[in-house]
Structures are given as C-alpha cells and as structure tokens.
C-alpha cells in the first residue's frame, strides 16, 4: 500500500480562490476585508510568518496593516495600540505575532484583541465557546486540518482519533473540533505512558508535538490516516515534520507531507477568518 499524499497547497489554492471571490464582493460594496499584522521584536522566523501572511492578503484582495515595533516597546504600548485597532472600522482581523518579548504578558496581550476580530481563535471567549461548538473563529491550524479530512472524504463520525500534544493552538482544539463531528478522540502527550498502545488502535492520528518521529511505520495500523502538523529540521538541515515519513507512506491509507501539508492551510484559513469576520461585519 502506498499512502494518498493529502495536497495542503493544492486545497489552499482552491480556498484562496474563494477567498479572493468572497472579499471582491465585498469590497465591491465598500467594505474591503482588513486584516491587522503587529509584530513585536526581530524574531528570524516571525519575520518570515508575518511576510507570508500579509502577502497572502495581498494576493486575495484583502487590505493589510503591518505595525512592527522593536523589541523595547512596552506592554501598555502595545495595549493601547490593540485598542485603537479594535475600534478601527477598516481593520476586521487583528494577528499579533507570537511570541512576544518576555517583559510582554501574551495572555494579556490575546485577551485585549476584540473576540470579533480575533482571526486566531485565541481569545478564552472563543476559545470557551468552541467547546458548546459556537466559536466565532476556530483556531487555524486545527481548522485547516478538518478541511483536509472534508476535502478528501475522510469519514471522522464514529472514527477512532488520537491527537498527539496538548497544546491550545492545536492539540486541544484539534480535540474538540474531531469531536464535534462524531469522533471518539484520545489526547497523548509528554506524560501519556504508552503511546503506541493508543495510536495501533486509531484510524486517525494528528501529530503536533514539535518533535521528530514522534509516530513511526510501527505505531499506525494499516490504512490510517496520519496528519503531520510538525515542523522540525533533520540531521542535514532539511525541513521534517513530528512524523517518519518514509517509513509510515507505504503504511498509511492518507497522510501530510512537510512542507507541503498542514503548513500551507494555516495561513489560508487565518484568510478564511478574516473573510468571516467582514462578512459578519458587514451584515452578509
């Protein structure tokens, strides 16, 4: 068996072509969609998202901010910034890149962002409200995978799913979105004593640990299907995902590669919030 290589770049495409529809419309009735990029610092590899993000913006006919500060600027600054965003009638998403300087509280920092333009799904009002399945905004990563699973027809309703990592970007909402359509989901990580216990039994398996072949060919039952959210670097430098690709394509029924998988759906879906929350905005 030879695994079905699930496309992020070629579902991302598609998306964003309905991106750049839905944001012509309605800028075609004076309500052009507006997404806010604050960066805080010179973080090497921030610099990179925040380039990607505002020129995916660009190329689907939304209008973007960009606020870079040095790392120096404080707290109570960027607060007051975020503020006046909020009230910005042209502005409809705000991204504040993380992490922030140490002296900045993230927390802080999400929970100012207006839920109405929280484009990341952080703030704890959506964050709260995607466990009754009412969340404005559903967090970006997690929201691009389900869309995976829709694209290629991946039945989740009674499925065994194991998600690897626990954390409230992914891991948890991850969770909670495949139980929202009828999946029976376990949550691994760090402490969890027996990993491959839980994943020999799963048909499917999202890997967002941050660490190398976290899952290999020996661990996955045949026909799984096996999301890689991962993004590492092997031994050469390359870029790698959580997940022994090599070994698990030959076992696995569908599965992501890095890059090219989940990586490409991240910033696609922030678009489709951003969308979303114009929509909203203006009353369509």
């Known amino acids: 068996m030879t695994a079905t290589l699930i496309d992020g770049l070629a579902l991302s495409k598609k998306?964003?072509?309905?991106?750049?529809?839905?944001?012509?419309?309605?800028?075609?009735?004076?309500?052009?969609?507006?997404?806010?990029?604050?960066?805080?610092?010179?973080?090497?590899?921030?610099?990179?998202?925040?380039?990607?993000?505002?020129?995916?913006?660009?190329?689907?006919?939304?209008?973007?901010?960009?606020?870079r500060y040095p790392a120096e600027l404080s707290e109570a600054d960027l607060l007051k910034r975020i503020d006046e965003l909020n009230n910005d009638p042209k502005i409809n998403g705000i991204l504040v890149q993380l992490p922030l300087p140490k002296h900045i509280d993230s927390h802080k920092v999400i929970e100012a962002i207006a839920p109405e333009k929280d484009v990341d799904g952080f703030h704890v009002a959506n964050a709260g409200a995607l466990m009754t399945g009412q969340a404005l905004f559903r967090p970006c990563t997690p929201y691009g995978v389900m869309k995976m699973f829709e694209e290629y027809n991946i039945p989740l309703e009674g499925a065994n799913a194991v998600v690897i990592?626990?954390?409230?970007?992914?891991?948890?909402?991850?969770?909670?979105?495949?139980?929202?359509?009828?999946a029976t989901v376990t949550i691994c990580h760090s402490k969890t004593r027996d990993l491959?216990?839980?994943?020999?039994?799963?048909?499917?398996?999202?890997?967002?640990?941050?660490?190398?072949?976290?899952?290999?060919?020996?661990?996955?039952?045949?026909?799984?299907?096996?999301?890689?959210?991962?993004?590492?670097?092997?031994?050469?430098?390359?870029?790698?995902?959580?997940?022994?690709?090599?070994?698990?394509?030959d076992k696995a029924g569908f599965i992501t590669p890095v890059p090219g998988g989940v990586g490409p759906m991240t910033i696609t879906m922030l678009l489709v919030n951003t969308i979303e929350a114009a929509e909203r905005a203006a009353g369509v």
Do not use: W
């Not at 499917?204 to 590492?232: E, F, Q, S, W, Y």
């Open 165 to 182: 990592g626990r954390s409230n970007i992914v891991g948890k909402p991850m969770a909670l979105l495949l139980l929202e359509k009828g």
């Open 196 to 249: 491959a216990k839980h994943t020999l039994d799963a048909d499917i398996v999202v890997a967002a640990v941050g660490k190398r072949n976290v899952l290999t060919a020996d661990m996955i039952k045949p026909g799984a299907t096996v999301i890689d959210v991962g993004m590492n670097r092997d031994d050469n430098g390359k870029l790698c995902g959580d997940v022994d690709f090599a070994g698990l394509k």
């Open 15 to 67: 998306l964003r072509a309905d991106v750049a529809t839905r944001a012509a419309a309605l800028t075609a009735r004076g309500h052009q969609p507006g997404l806010a990029v604050v960066l805080v610092g010179d973080n090497p590899a921030s610099e990179v998202y925040v380039r990607n993000k505002i020129k995916a913006c660009e190329d689907n006919d939304l209008h973007s901010s960009y606020d």
